[in-house]
């Protein structure tokens, strides 16, 4: 089958922004199906709402759309297109969900589009829990007993038939939102009623637990001849319980007989086949590790994480390929474009093992419930590749990023045996560890299986990396024993520990003694036919298959895994980075360890080695490669706290020098500069210790903001209003990085401003301006941010131009950096600079025009800017105002305050353009997923320092016919300003109460501005968490509900009387 | 303990043994599939060969009852990444280095199976030696190249005596080149009442069993080193339905006039896509063949090709243009592999229903 003439145009909708669940997986997906379907030179039409995405550039398609991904908006662009097809199984749960809603609607049969690919029967057979469970007991195929239901009435029903444990998921929810393992009846009432709330279609299916059972996950692919190939499976450490997202997986299965691999592979071609689905698809499977007893647990019929993941672990490009397929290709007509001697119609061989861990936010949230079940929690991921479990999973280990570079982390130590089970037995995000910790303890494989039910061949290899430990440490500088150390992939700085010396000195000594790594390729068939793909591993083995070219070569650091503070925006920078380095002439050369991403999409870089960004894994190929350098500011903090470093081991360090970016981060140096550039900053010192803490904020008066030096994502930072919180903080401050100081800053309110820009030493360019709708106080990444700047003064912009340059060129940039400002009392104060890449240069260069991250590599590749087009000073603003938004995932995450602050807690962004801010705002809001109805209540319960301004906030709803509750003492506020307002009792009082008024539905939007705090049992917390997790929109800060307020004025109509006309009228007096 | 494989190549891998200390030599050749190693290693196809798997974890779930291809394995020799220690699975019985030293065959383990997987690719199928480390080298090398290596495999692995396996369906003569049990399990499976004959059996003393059907079974080396099959074959053809698979495959083509060559690495895998030119559609098959059915010497004889490999075009499948034969070079049996061509044996039982049918047509 050929590839479709008769379509000629198509739509592609994407994932919108980064949430749990959804993440950067759907970039890599959406950036290679848009490539495919023009490299057939079909039209592409794209609608995705982030900003932060490759696939949103304009060369990834033909037109673009970053509108929000709702009915309203996408209908609009099909109307204006007039597409012949539509692709929606590469956008994720999200692309999926809007396709079904698109086509009940009528709308796509209306304008003749056709949905290609897998078919909308299809997709529903696979969703529905009751249409998919009706197709499998129709296909003989085994699924857990269970049912699906409607109210927590039924869920009673079938408890009383089958008894607990039980598990909850609700249809058609990302990532398992609002289900969970329910072990009794308080479970059950508190998991079921949220799943039914998070639910579309209000149902959940709930079945028999299997928890114990092995998970293994199939990656299949189907085109339309009925042609089906399984790409990849996957195994599971985590046996069935904890959602795949949240599991350590492995690659391909270890402990699966022949036998037991056909079973299930049969299995799962049967299903895509009885599905129909034209392009990927991925089956999970639950396993009896005592007999051959299986039953599906899901099918998804469209790309995902796990194909994301199995695409990097064998180099079968899934979502290219499926792409292809919905465009009537077969697979035995595409070529392998790993091979390119092979075609796509073949089952890859691994010759490797690939480990797959989770990064869990909760290095952020601590007061997070950390346990894992059916919701997923994680907001990234590392893969890691070995030619043993043992290397696969240390290198894992150490892509985390989470300061642990060993199966250990100190403070499990610590831990009683009471504790040690019970976390053994309910899994958390650190159980990998506390097994290794178990078996130092001395626990068996048999007990350790009692507890965990993980399979005894995982246990076993643990222990063995346990018992590796001392050997080690008895053999101190024996070569034989570091060289089976290294293969079984043990860090230097492990070794050294048990060695106790150096990090250093284990490097050299392995250096002198030719312990180094060589490099294998990823070819997708074991080497048994010759590959050119330029895509690498490290082992230590003998032969080595990355052969070193002529051309000249740059180094650049990916950003590793997706966390909270370092999003995608950094792996946006870091392809622009490659693809700048490439038309610039030289070999760009990629080092990353996140799966999800376009970055490590072996066709972006000349040559992609996916390892570790540890020191040694750097140094390693920085040996092997010999490039002229390595670009580190494009990666995020990952990339910068390497830079240290590895410039002491004698490598280059490309753009901004190590001196220059310690003047910007380093407290002293950084008011020295500012000193002599004349540019005012808050007053700020640092402190080292309590007392001097206690002794600075009370000269510089409060309220003071503090945080450590070197920080990621605003971690760790908070406003302080007096002494008591501030000796609070120290303390836990001082726990979080010894190492470096505590910076002690005068907290000036008023408006936030960001500045990115470009220098080369000579020309700075300033791409925007944005302006943040939140006051300073709240993290960057958490405001939303204005584009052009709407209420600034030309002269406060000039003030800001002339700064950002005098910083760029007395900080000696050479790159990009990014600067905070705060606009107080008419006068433009530094908050902070970065001199690297920041989150929001791929916004701003969507907005302007201008390729940030393109001209900054070229500035470091010492290129001169003039030359290339652009003087210095700030680009022309263009007529559009654009906002972007930020997403939170706070519904996945129990226990998390919600409140906005200097800390960062969204894990995505949208962008909102149109001619007006206010429109722009709509647009911004309603993509990130808040739903604005245009009549109802407001809930007020605001902290008394609020009052006055909410006031204003308060009589605005009121004018366009919203209904105000209140507490007792605002209530007594309102009604003083002839207000109508409906009391509502405090929590604690007489129901109902504010928690009641929220549950039931109420009230539309929450505005709380209650004392912030993190302990969970006050009652603001309570408040915002109850409209989190019953879908109510809650806002914490005047300025996004003054924003909101904006848009509900341009939506809505005032309702007003009248005028009586009784005063006496005032005469215009003429001559 | 230290070991180390030598090839005629003058190539050296040292790496650990395990399993049987002997001393073996053969031809190396690698099999890239990531799960079956207990089948593979017992598949008497291999009788003679060291096998290396590329998969670089072997004996992971261990080494069950139920999924020998053969009684005897006949592998000269056994190399992987790393052996497993503690293996892990419901079936586990004995793990891969008990099971080799039973089978006084050696492994050797810990070397860079990549490397030597390259190697092969590059150079063709090298006959090596598995040996202690204090062999002159120099000298093993000059004995491998100078080594004849077997030509009577077949022989070796065959049944030396007739047996049944008795069902109530079609009766089905099951030739033994070295059979895996997979086959005579599908044929069971379909209630065929089975007889196993020895590899050099006539097709007189066949006929004399009166069978509905005759299957050709896969088997090790040369098909040219079984003249006897091949005149056996010629005889039956047009008498009784036949089905080979693998060496029966390449027998059936030979004594339809075809010729067979050798490949440079061979077909050794669980990923290998075919496809059926009848259809178009690709299955993807389990195979395990050094040797291969040349396309040109197909041109002028009665007998057309039915599938091929889509990655290098060779030669996968075969039919008789007058008498109701056909053959595979893979393995629908599987075992291990996938399952995709399994529906090869209801091609076989509907050709002897057809056949049966006719006659009875034209009898009546």
Known sequence: MPKREDIKKILVIGSGPIVIGQAAEFDYAGTQACQALKEEGYEVILINSNPATIMTDTSMADKVYIE????????????????????????????????????????????????????????????????????????????????????LAEAYEFVAEIGYPIIVRPAYTLGGTGG????????????????????????????????????????????????????????????????????????????????????????????????????????????????????????????????????????????????????????????????????????????????????????????????????????????????????????????????????????????????????????????????????????????????????????????????????????????????????????????????????????????????????????????????????????????????????????????????????????????????????????????????????????????????????????????????????????????????????????????????????????????????????????????????????????????????????????AMEIVYQEAELLRYMENAAKINPKHPVLIDRYLIGKEIEVDAICDGETVVIPGIMEHIERAGVHSGDSIAVYPPQSLTEATKQKIIERTIKLAKGLDIVGLLNIQFVLHEDEVYVLEVNPRSSRTVPFLSKITGVPMANLATKAILGLKLRDLGYETGYVKESKEVSVKVPVFSFAKLRDVDITLGPEMKSTGEVMGRDYSLEKALYKGLVASGMKIPTHGSVLFTVADKDKEEALEIIRRFHRIGYHILATEGTAKRIKEENIPVTVVNKIGDQKPNMLDVIRQGEAQFVINTLTKGKQPARDGFRIRRESVENGVVCLTSIDTAEALLRVLELITFAADAMPSFNEPKVMVTTK | MKRQLILENGAVFVGKGFGSEREMSGEVVFNTGMTGYQEILSDPSYCAQIVTLTYPLIGNYGINRDDFESIKPSINGLIVKEAAKHPSNWRHEESIDDLLKALDIPGLEGIDTRKLTRMIRNVGTLRGRICSMDVDVEAVVNELKNLTLPTNQVSQVSTKVPYASPGRGYRVVLVDFGMKKGILRELNNRDCDVVVVPYNTTAEEILRLNPDGIMLSNGPGDPVDVPEAVVMIKKLLGQVPIFGICLGHQLLALASGAKTTKLKFGHRGSNHPVKELATGKIAITAQNHGYTVEQESIKDIRIAVTHV????????????????????????????GPEDANYLFERFMELMKNNIEQKAGTRG
């Open chain 1, 68 to 151: 929000p991904i709702t009915y309203e908006f996408v209908s609009r662009i099909i109307r204006q297109e007039r597409p012949d097809g539509l692709l929606p199984t590469l956008g994720g749960q999200t692309g999926l969900n809007m396709a079904v809603e698109l086509q009940k609607s009528g709308i796509l049969d209306e304008y003749n589009v056709e949905l290609l690919g897998t078919k909308l029967h299809s997709i529903e057979q696979a969703e529905d829990r009751d249409l998919f469970r009706t197709l499998m007991n129709d296909l003989n195929e085994p699924v857990p007993p269970s049912a699906i239901i409607h109210t």
């Open chain 1, 180 to 715: 969970g393992l329910v072990y009794n009846e308080e479970d059950l009432i508190e998991i079921v009623t949220s799943g039914l709330k998070y639910s579309p279609v209000t149902q959940c299916l709930i079945e028999k637990s299997i928890a114990g059972f092995k998970e293994v996950e199939y990656e299949v692919m189907r085109d339309g001849k009925d042609q089906a190939i399984v790409v990849c499976n996957m195994e599971n450490i985590d046996p069935v319980g904890i959602h795949t997202g949240d599991s350590i997986v492995v690659a391909p299965s270890q402990t699966l007989s022949d036998r037991e691999y056909q079973m299930l592979r049969d299995s799962s071609l049967k299903i895509i086949r009885a599905l129909g689905i034209e392009g990927g698809c991925n089956v999970q499977f639950a396993l009896d590790p005592d007999s051959y007893q299986y039953y599906i647990i899901e099918v998804n019929p469209r790309v995902s994480r796990s194909s994301a993941l199995a695409s990097k672990a064998t180099g079968y490009p899934i979502a290219k390929i499926a792409a292809k397929i919905a465009a009537g290709y077969a697979l035995d007509e595409i070529m392998n474009p790993i091979t390119k001697t092979t075609y796509a119609s073949f089952e890859p061989a691994l010759d490797y093992v690939v480990s797959k861990i989770p990064r869990w936010p909760f290095d952020k949230f601590e007061a997070a419930n950390r346990t894992l079940g059916t919701q997923m929690k994680a907001t990234g991921e590392v893969m890691a590749i070995g030619r043993n479990l043992e290397e696969s999973l240390l290198k894992a280990v150490r892509s985390l990023e989470a300061n642990v570079l060993h199966l250990q982390i100190d403070k499990l130590k610590d831990l009683s045996q009471v504790e040690l089970e019970h976390r053994l037995q309910k899994a958390d995000d650190e159980r990998l560890f506390i097994v290794a910790e178990s078996f130092r303890r001395g626990y068996t494989v048999e007990q350790l299986w009692e507890l965990t039910k993980i399979d005894r061949f995982f246990l076993n290899k643990i222990s063995g990396i346990v018992q590796f430990e001392d050997e080690l440490k008895k053999a101190p500088f024996n070569v034989e024993v570091l060289q089976a150390g290294k293969e079984l992939g043990f860090a230097d700085d492990i070794i050294a520990k048990l060695w106790n010396v150096t990090e250093r000195e284990i490097y050299d000594f392995r250096y002198e003694k030719g312990i180094v790594p060589v490099y294998k390729m990823v070819d997708t068939c074991a080497a048994e036919f010759a590959s050119e793909t330029p895509y690498f591993y490290g082992t230590y083995e003998d032969e080595n298959e990355s052969i070193i070219t002529e051309k000249k070569s740059i180094v650049v650091l990916g950003s590793g895994p997706i966390r909270i503070g370092q999003g995608i925006e950094f792996d946006y920078a870091t392809v622009h980075t490659v693809l700048a380095i490439k038309e610039a002439g030289y070999e760009a050369i990629i080092i990353n360890n996140n799966p999800e991403t376009v970055s490590t999409d072996f066709s972006i870089s000349d040559k992609l080695y996916f390892e570790p960004l540890a020191v040694e894994d750097v140094m390693h190929i920085i040996n092997h490669e010999q490039p002229l350098g390595v670009i580190v500011q494009f990666g995020g903090q990952t990339a910068i706290n390497l830079a240290d470093e590895l410039s002491a081991r004698g490598v280059t360090i490309l753009g901004t020098s190590l001196e220059a970016m310690d003047q910007a981060e380093n407290r002293d140096k950084f008011e020295q500069a500012l000193q002599k550039l004349q540019i005012p900053q808050p007053l700020g010192r640092t402190a080292t210790s309590v007392a001097e803490a206690v002794e600075i904020a009370k000269t510089i008066g409060y309220p003071v903001l503090v945080r450590p030096s070197y920080v990621l994502g605003g971690r």
């Open chain 2, 309 to 336: 490999a889509v990655n290098d075009g060779t030669v996968e499948g075969i039919e008789h243009l007058d008498y109701p034969a056909f053959s595979v070079q893979y393995h629908p049996e599987a075992s291990p």
